[in-house]
């Protein structure tokens, strides 16, 4: 099964109760109003977005190298077809 979920739908959280995909920041990209983190969760990559931050928050987002949790909500996701091997 694979999902997608648009970039900005996805909440970055340092991680705590397990709900949702945990990773490391692997590169964060500031936007302008937006800052763009790329996180390593093991079999796959997340492209997560920010927006709307105060320059207090800002200073407080993960770093490179910083634990994380990925957290979005089930009508935020999109069911993509696979193909399947063998069929």
């Known amino acids: 099964v694979a999902i997608s ?3 900005e739908r996805i909440e970055v ?19 302008g109003s937006a800052v763009r983190f790329h996180v390593d969760c093991g079999a796959d990559d997340v492209l ?19 634990r994380v949790q990925l957290s979005f909500t089930p009508e935020d996701c999109t069911l993509l077809e696979t193909a399947q091997h063998g069929a």
Do not use: H, K, N, Y
Not at 13 to 31: A, H, K, N, S, Y
Not at 48 to 59: D, F, K, N, P, W
């Open 48 to 66: 997560a977005e920010v927006t709307g931050l105060s320059r207090a928050a800002i200073a407080s987002l993960p770093t490179e190298g910083t």
């Open 13 to 31: 959280t340092e991680p705590t109760d397990g709900q949702g995909l945990t990773g490391t920041v692997r590169r964060v990209e500031f936007l």
């Open 5 to 7: 979920v648009r970039a």
